[in-house]
């Protein structure tokens, strides 16, 4: 079945004109180590899904919502996993971002990318 749902909530809001969805799966270990074999010993802390947005063409008031949940400090996002092929939610910050106005007559700002990283591990 495909999802058919909002691919990314924050804080329960729906962001708009989402381009492009990635999701990297980064890992982080504690203890790694090879040996002069190349073999590697480590213990896996966790899986922490960073959710890389483009987001298109907003307008004026769109992009006014967009920078107050963005610049909030920490907020929950929901977004779905195509592992589990659910929605989850955590909570985030997102990283830099740039607005930059396309044009100043129709309110219109042009495409962004921003990064959401999570504050924990991905729990399953």
Do not use: C
Request: glycine residues 6%; charged residues 25%; aromatic residues 12%.
């Amino acid at each position: 079945m495909i999802y058919t749902g909002s691919l990314v909530k924050i804080d329960g809001n729906t962001i708009p004109h989402i381009v492009s969805f990635k999701v990297g799966r980064s890992k982080l270990w504690k203890d790694s180590e090879r040996n002069m074999s190349g073999d590697m010993r480590a213990t896996l802390i966790g899986i922490f899904p960073k959710i890389q947005l483009e987001i298109g063409y907003t307008t004026q008031a769109e992009m006014s919502e967009l920078t107050a949940l963005l610049d909030k400090d920490f907020f929950t996002v929901e977004w779905f996993d195509v592992r589990t092929q659910e929605t989850y939610s955590a909570q985030y910050y997102a990283g830099d971002y740039d607005v930059e106005l396309d044009s100043k007559s129709k309110g219109r700002y042009k495409p962004f990318s921003v990064s959401l990283v999570p504050l924990s591990k991905r729990r399953y």
